[in-house]
């Protein structure tokens, strides 16, 4: 069982995010958190497997990648973006926490619950 964290500024958007968690077999959603300080508070106190972060918010853009990942140095991070300019994600995407469109995250946890 996969551990998850969702992260994600916008109410209705983190709802739909952690019902797409809770739906899939093999995953246990361990948080939501709608801000910076939430994620980073919740990463600490669940230790989640796997923490999706949006990326779209401008203040938690690598930073808050960043933190939650010196945190949980072994948890998969996936940057969560509604964004498909693949130019712009050459320029701000790390290479050891890929960005995921927003509307692949069905397959996204298909994938990880396997």
């Known amino acids: 069982m996969h551990r998850v964290l969702v992260v994600e500024h916008h ?15 093999g995953l246990e959603l361990s948080g939501i958190a709608g801000s ?4 980073i508070s919740l990463a600490h106190h669940m230790q989640p497997d796997v923490v ?3 990326v779209d ?7 808050l990648v960043r933190l939650i990942g ?9 940057r969560l973006t509604a964004v498909s300019d693949p130019q712009m994600e050459c320029l701000e995407s ?5 960005s995921v469109l927003k509307t692949a995250v069905p ?3 298909r994938s ?3």
């Open 57 to 63: 918010e401008p203040s938690w853009k690598a930073r």
């Open 11 to 25: 109410p209705l958007v983190l709802s739909a995010l952690a019902d797409l968690v809770v739906e899939e077999p």
């Open 107 to 109: 397959d996204l946890l």
């Open 70 to 78: 010196e945190l949980l140095p072994s948890a998969r991070i996936v």
């Open 36 to 39: 910076a300080r939430e994620a």
């Open 112 to 114: 990880i619950s396997e």
């Open 94 to 98: 790390p290479t050891n926490n890929p």
């Open 52 to 54: 999706l972060i949006d």
